[in-house]
């Protein structure tokens, strides 16, 4: 059976209309580029481990030292005491208090050659200690969400863990 090309001839091409094509691609790209929102990575700290041995040599003198948060364990992994430096913190408002220390300490200014670009914080844990109690001390020291409930004003970013103390035993 011959199939036949009713109503063209031989010699005519298909045309693309591509000006129409075109102007899709742009309106799509516009949308995209319109809609996109940029935002600070969630949970990203600046957080070094403890490493095996202490590393030699001199302090820079323009740097505070390490501001050093101790949280200690009670009954079952919970928060017995919080202590900034000396100062032990009220536990009823507990990382709020070590917050606005913090914030006095520091101060909100952040940017190049700011306290709060030099400093850096040590938690001291007990071994014990659930690891939300953790997680609420980074949170109180790094930093928050300003007024206006957009911007993150953020206080320290270098966070250091010193070993925890209370381990396990050492296997044999």
Request: proline share 8%; glycine share 10%; hydrophobic share 40%.
């Amino acid at each position: 059976m011959k199939v036949r090309n009713v109503g063209r001839r031989a010699g005519d091409k298909i045309e693309l209309m591509m000006t129409p094509m075109i102007d899709i691609v742009f309106q799509l790209l516009i949308f995209f580029i319109m809609t996109f929102k940029i935002i600070s990575p969630e949970g990203d700290f600046n957080v070094k481990m403890p490493i095996a041995a202490p590393s030699e040599g001199t302090p820079d003198e323009t740097q505070l030292p390490p501001l050093k948060v101790r949280l200690a364990a009670g009954e079952g992994g919970r928060l017995r005491a919080i202590r900034l430096g000396d100062r032990t913190l009220d536990r009823r408002e507990g990382f709020l208090q070590l917050h606005k220390q913090i914030r006095q300490i520091v101060g909100d200014q952040g940017g190049p050659g700011s306290v709060a670009e030099t400093t850096e914080v040590e938690l001291d844990c007990d071994y014990d200690l659930r690891f939300e109690y953790v997680i609420d001390a980074i949170t109180a020291v790094s930093g928050y969400v300003a007024d206006d409930g957009r911007s993150i004003v953020k206080l320290i970013e270098k966070i250091k863990f010193a070993p925890p103390r209370g381990g396990p035993p050492p296997s044999s």
